[in-house]
């Protein structure tokens, strides 16, 4: 068997890396601007394309056709996480600065139930087969459609909704059949 029909996975991986390393780094001045036009700051930006490097980077490989069109929309997405969340915590501040003890009790609480489950989500994504998991990642947290999933990774579209079914199911799953994790009384220390 010839050096290039060989099955290890390390060549192909080596190569999948290099060309995302040379795909992201062409695509590193579009995707800072895309990003600086929606969150008002450059070196905001900068830090979001760096985080989406990193994200890339320590995951496996997923298999795109057009991955400079991909990692745009990621960026594009990233940026629309990173304006929600902010907005999130300029309400937070806002309630805090107002003096709202209560409000700001209740979403504490609300908090540590959206923590909860979000971990229970976590924990039943990471059980899911890697393939399904993949899948849902890309159409929940990456924007993609179920025909752009099943082109990428030449499937069907019926496979690929029966993967997000999959996955569906075992997210509504883990937070249905959680028990409530104890608070302490309101007013309690």
């Known amino acids: 068997m010839s050096p290039t029909t060989q099955n290890d996975g390390s060549e192909g ?3 999948a890396r290099a ?3 040379q795909v992201f780094m062409a695509q590193r001045a579009r995707m800072e601007a895309l990003v600086s036009r929606r969150v008002g700051c450059r070196a905001t930006a900068s830090d979001l394309v760096q985080e989406l ?10 298999k795109v056709e057009a991955l400079d069109t991909y990692l745009m929309r990621c960026a594009g997405n990233l940026a629309i996480d990173h304006l929600r969340s902010e907005s999130s ?12 003890a209560h409000l700001v009790s209740q979403t ?4 540590l139930e959206v923590d909860d489950d ?10 899911l087969p890697e393939r399904t998991r993949q899948i849902f990642l890309l159409n929940r ?8 999933i099943a082109r990428a990774m030449h499937l069907s579209q019926s496979a690929v909704e029966k993967h997000m079914m999959r996955a569906l ?15 302490p009384p309101r007013g309690t220390p």
């Open 108 to 111: 504490l609480e609300q908090t």
């Open 53 to 62: 490097f990193l994200r890339f980077w320590g995951r496996a490989q997923v």
């Open 169 to 183: 199911q075992a997210c509504k799953a883990s937070v249905a059949q959680a028990a409530p994790i104890p608070r």
């Open 118 to 127: 979000l971990q229970r989500i976590e924990n039943a994504l990471r059980a």
């Open 13 to 15: 991986e080596s190569s």
């Open 141 to 148: 947290v990456h924007g993609c459609t179920y025909s752009e």
């Open 89 to 100: 915590r300029q309400r937070a501040l806002a309630d805090v600065s107002q003096g709202s």
């Open 19 to 21: 060309r995302f390393i």
